[in-house]
């Protein structure tokens, strides 16, 4: 079980396409992130020659990247993660002096991160500026995006149903054929498919069990994310609508009405006009 939790990402994948190649490829992505490397990559907007100029690390990532190598050959044993909360916990006691090193250079790598930016978008023509843009654009994103689905998890949302072929894995991974995990995967995959109709079906109504548990779940939780005002994290057909906002009237509405009032007004007054007229008239006539 330790190692299908590894791999949640590439069984999703896997499960929809039943392929070699995109289970081994989304193996790899799973397998090679690395708390350090992920904050350590560049995060310019392209990692091509000739690209912008990298953002400096601040203050507290340089004393990671100091860190890091001494605290792993004291704790070989130790995991990369508790790597980064001990060098985590460290900076938080350390004093503003200790900091002040580490902080100066991160300013000074800042200041002429600025200069190498204006040098670099100087030299853009407009479509490369405009494609620069777009691709900040889906880079915040993408951010905002995985912080929302930290948010959510950490408010308690329920996982995902989980499809057959998942529930079947996750019980004959351990026993599966193969030294390495896409191996294991791929043997997976060849049993699920050769499984006798019966048996197949047996995960089949676990699945749709899992189905119903997370519809019962999501349901309670989404209305608990109303009940504290979280409606933005609700899913987009199950948020309420929101009343449609009255129209304001333009100028031109606004002047044409009271002359409509006054026309009618007119119509009244000559009508009137019209009838104290014909009396007359009438009176006139039986005078006569």
């Known amino acids: 079980m330790a190692h299908f939790n590894l791999m949640t990402a590439g069984v999703s994948l896997l499960a929809k396409s039943f392929s070699a190649l995109s289970c081994t490829n989304s193996l790899a992505r799973c397998t090679s992130v690395h708390p350090v490397s992920f904050f350590l990559t560049s995060r310019g907007l392209t990692a091509q020659a000739g690209g912008p100029p990298k953002r400096p690390l601040n203050g507290y990532m340089r004393y990671v990247v100091q860190q890091q190598p001494t605290i792993v050959q004291q704790n070989p044993a130790i995991k990369i993660t508790e790597v980064i909360r001990k060098i985590a916990q460290e900076w938080r006691l350390m004093s503003a002096e200790q900091k002040r090193p580490f902080v100066e250079d991160f300013q000074r790598a800042r200041d002429q991160f600025k200069l190498d930016l204006k040098r670099y978008e100087a030299k853009l023509t407009p479509a490369e500026f405009e494609q620069q843009a777009i691709e900040r654009k889906q880079v915040m ?67 749709e069990d899992d189905k119903i548990r997370y519809k019962n779940e999501i349901k309670s939780w989404e209305e608990h994310m109303l009940e504290i005002g979280r409606e933005d994290l609700l899913r987009e057909h199950t948020r309420p609508k929101k009343a449609p906002a009255k129209k304001r009237a333009t100028k031109k509405e606004v002047k044409a009405k009271p002359k409509a009032k006054k026309t009618a007004t007119a119509g009244v007054v000559k009508a009137a006009g019209k009838g104290k007229t014909a009396g007359k008239v009438t009176l006139t006539r039986s005078k006569k």
Do not use: C
């Not at 905002?144 to 529930?167: C, D, H, V, Y």
């Open 141 to 207: 994103a993408k951010r905002k995006e995985i912080r929302r689905k930290r948010e959510m998890n950490s408010l308690g949302k329920p996982k995902r149903p989980r499809s057959a072929f998942n529930i079947y894995m996750s019980e004959h991974f351990v026993e599966a054929r193969g030294l390495t995990m896409p191996a294991k995967l791929i043997s997976l995959m060849d049993d699920w498919r050769s499984l006798l109709g019966y048996k197949k079906q047996v995960y089949m109504q676990l699945a």
